[in-house]
């Protein structure tokens, strides 16, 4: 080569690395100018508290990503029924017709059995320890795993905490009792009921009151005493049953579909993951505030009766939820990894929860 060809390759070279040197701040730039407009759908009513408007909600999700990122994501929420059905979201979300849905995976337990951990499963785990296996027990990395096929990603976004059994217009006393009751209830916990002769349905939010009042059904379920008063569930039924055997951690779900998320720059993926974070407490604690004082009222004026269903019928409900999670397990090994996984946290962290919590609360109701 001679010396003149070496030279003019040296000078062009150097000339590419300081052209490119110097636009790479304003690559950057562009990027952190770019403005991102999102839709989000959702299963939930229009106006509803805790799901869809109000602190943690869907709205206030997207409140909070605006405001963060100063408007460069920009999500528009739109209700169940507004821009699709109540329960395709999961679809739109993962065929990209919107970015985002608000709900949570155990409607998606047709898709993937394993989905139905990510909200709760019967006699499954608490907040806490709920939250520590997604956080540091790996939860998060297999929620990634089960989803990685639909080309979507989930984080929580809410908890309602244990929820109640339901509103029946009878009372449940033995199992007996529950055989051709026609009942509300979504998720694997319909499943179980149903093995013990429920007949079981699964109604938007919106559709529950009128279905109860109607007596198209016998009884529902839907989250706990704040948010059921919303829905005046009490006007159609006076049975209240609790403690949630079927939702001790009913966890809120922002789905994303991947490529959009993957889209975002870096500091805007971490927006939508510290939002989500805080939403997740901000709704739990919602409840915790306002459960307690909507149960006095329900009791004390608006003549609801509480109940608890007897050993028997739990001790019915267990056996069928663990044989059931077992041949699911049994079937599919995603399920299995799943589900190991859960539950051997669980174990560990029950063994803490009982020195700690249980202990704390079984001596403070001894002194009371």
């Known amino acids: ?36 407009n999102w839709r989000m759908t959702t299963t939930w009513p229009s106006g509803i508290p805790f ?37 395709e979201g999961f679809d739109a979300c993962s065929e990209g017709i919107v970015e985002m849905n608000h709900g949570c995976s155990y409607y998606w337990g ?4 394993a989905s139905q951990y990510f909200t709760t499963v019967p ?12 956080s540091h027990g790996g939860g998060q ?36 009792d529950l055989d051709g009751v026609r009942m509300r209830i979504p998720g694997l916990a319909g499943r179980i009921y149903e093995q013990l002769g429920v007949n079981v349905s699964l109604l938007p939010g919106g559709e529950i009151f009128p279905a109860l009042e109607r007596g198209v059904i016998d009884a529902a379920e839907w989250v706990g005493p704040y948010l059921d008063r919303r829905l005046g569930l009490h006007r159609a039924a006076k049975h209240y049953y609790a403690s949630g055997w079927h939702e001790p951690c ?33 709704s739990h604690t919602l409840l915790e505030q306002e459960n307690g004082p909507a149960l006095d009222d329900l009791i004390n004026n608006h003549g609801v009766t509480l109940h608890q269903f007897s050993d028997d019928i739990i001790d019915r409900l267990r056996e069928a939820t663990f044989d059931t999670l077992e041949t699911e397990a049994n079937r599919d090994s995603m399920v299995r990894k799943v589900h190991d996984s859960f539950f051997a946290f669980k174990e560990k962290h029950d063994h803490w929860n009982a020195i700690s919590e249980g ?10």
């Not at 990685?148 to 984080?155: D, H, I, P, S, T």
């Not at 789905?255 to 805080?278: G, T, W, Y």
């Not at 202990?359 to 009371?368: G, K, S, W, Y």
């Open 1 to 36: 080569m001679s010396t003149s060809r070496r030279k003019f390759l040296k000078v062009g070279l150097a000339g590419a690395v300081s052209a490119s040197a110097l636009g790479a701040p304003a690559i950057l730039k562009a990027q952190s100018d770019r403005t991102f």
């Open 51 to 87: 799901y869809q408007s109000g602190p943690g909600s869907a709205e206030d999700i997207a409140a909070k990503i605006r405001e963060a990122s100063d408007g460069r994501l920009n999500i528009q929420v739109y209700s169940a029924g507004e821009l699709v059905p109540a329960f």
């Open 110 to 113: 047709g898709k993937s059995f």
């Open 123 to 134: 006699f499954g785990m608490t907040f806490q320890g709920f939250n520590a296996w997604l």
């Open 141 to 176: 990395e297999l929620w990634d795993e089960t989803y990685e096929r639909f080309g979507v990603m989930g984080l929580p976004v809410g908890c309602t905490g244990v929820q109640m059994v339901g509103w029946f217009r009878e009372p449940i006393e033995t199992v007996d």
């Open 250 to 282: 009913t966890t809120s779900e922002l789905l994303i579909n991947k490529r959009a998320f993957e889209s975002l720059p870096s500091d805007l993926k971490a927006i939508v993951r510290s939002v989500a974070a805080q939403c997740n407490l901000l």
């Open 359 to 368: 202990e704390f609360q079984t001596r403070l109701r001894d002194n009371a």
